[in-house]
C-alpha cells in the first residue's frame, strides 16, 4: 500500500478519535459545570425555605395583629369593631384592672366616710370608661408593634426571595453557558475533523493519481 495512503488512513483515525474524545471532554466539562450550579440552586432554595419557615410566626402574627387593628378602628366595619371593643371589654385583663380599680375607689370611700357620697359615684361612674379608653389605646399600640415586627419579617423574607431568584438567574445562565460552550467545541471539534477527513481525502487521490502513473508518492 502506498505510504501517502497509510499516512491518510492513519491521519483520518486519529482525526475522528481526536474529535470523539474533545466531544467527550467538552460534554463532561459542560456536565460538571452545569451539576455544580444546580447543587447552588439547590442550596439557596433550601436556605430560603428555611429563612421563610423561620419568619412565619412573625409574618403570621404581624398579620394577625393588623387585621385586630383594623377592626378595632372600624376599618372592618361597625360590627366587627363591636366585637373587638367588647372583646376587650371582657377580656380578663380589662376585668382585672377594673376590679381593682373600683376596689380602690370604694375602700378609699369607705375609709373617708364618703362611701355613698355623690364623689364616690362619679369616680365610679368615670373610671370604667376611662380604663377602656386607656386599655384600648395600649391594645392599638401593642398590636402596632406586632403588625410592625410583622411587616419586618415579611420585608426581610421579600429580600431573601429577591437575592435567591438573582443567585439562582445567574447560575442558570451558567448552566447555559456551560451547554453552549460545549456546544461550541463540538463544533468546532467536527470542523476541525472535517477539515483533517478533506486533506486526507485529496491525498488518497493524489495517491491514486501516482498509482495510475506508475509513481508511488
Do not use: C, W
Amino acid at each position: 500500500m502506498p505510504a501517502v495512503a497509510v499516512a491518510a488512513g492513519l491521519g483520518v483515525a486519529g482525526s475522528v478519535y481526536s474529535a470523539h474524545q474533545g466531544n467527550k471532554a467538552a460534554d463532561r466539562a459542560a456536565d460538571a459545570q452545569t451539576a455544580a450550579a444546580q447543587m447552588g440552586v439547590e442550596e439557596n432554595r433550601r436556605q430560603f425555605d428555611f429563612i421563610q419557615e423561620l419568619m412565619k410566626p412573625y409574618v403570621d402574627s404581624g398579620k394577625t395583629a393588623l387585621n385586630q387593628q383594623m377592626g378595632m378602628l372600624g376599618l372592618n366595619g361597625a360590627a366587627a369593631q363591636q366585637q373587638a371593643i367588647g372583646a376587650l371589654q371582657n377580656s380578663p385583663f380589662f376585668q382585672a384592672q377594673l376590679n381593682q380599680g373600683t376596689n380602690a375607689i370604694l375602700q378609699n370611700a369607705s375609709a373617708t366616710g364618703g362611701l355613698r357620697g355623690g364623689n364616690t359615684q362619679a369616680a365610679l361612674a368615670q373610671f370604667a370608661p376611662q380604663l377602656l379608653q386607656q386599655t384600648y389605646q395600649n391594645q392599638l399600640s401593642n398590636l402596632g408593634g406586632l403588625s410592625s415586627m410583622g411587616l419586618g419579617a415579611a420585608t426581610g423574607t421579600g429580600n431573601a426571595a429577591q437575592n435567591t431568584a438573582a443567585q439562582n438567574s445567574e447560575l442558570f445562565g451558567n448552566m447555559g453557558q456551560a451547554q453552549a460552550g460545549a456546544y461550541l467545541a463540538r463544533a468546532q471539534n467536527n470542523q476541525d475533523m472535517i477539515g483533517s477527513l478533506a486533506g486526507a481525502a485529496g491525498r488518497l487521490d493524489f495517491a491514486n493519481l501516482g498509482k495510475y502513473l506508475g509513481v508511488d508518492f
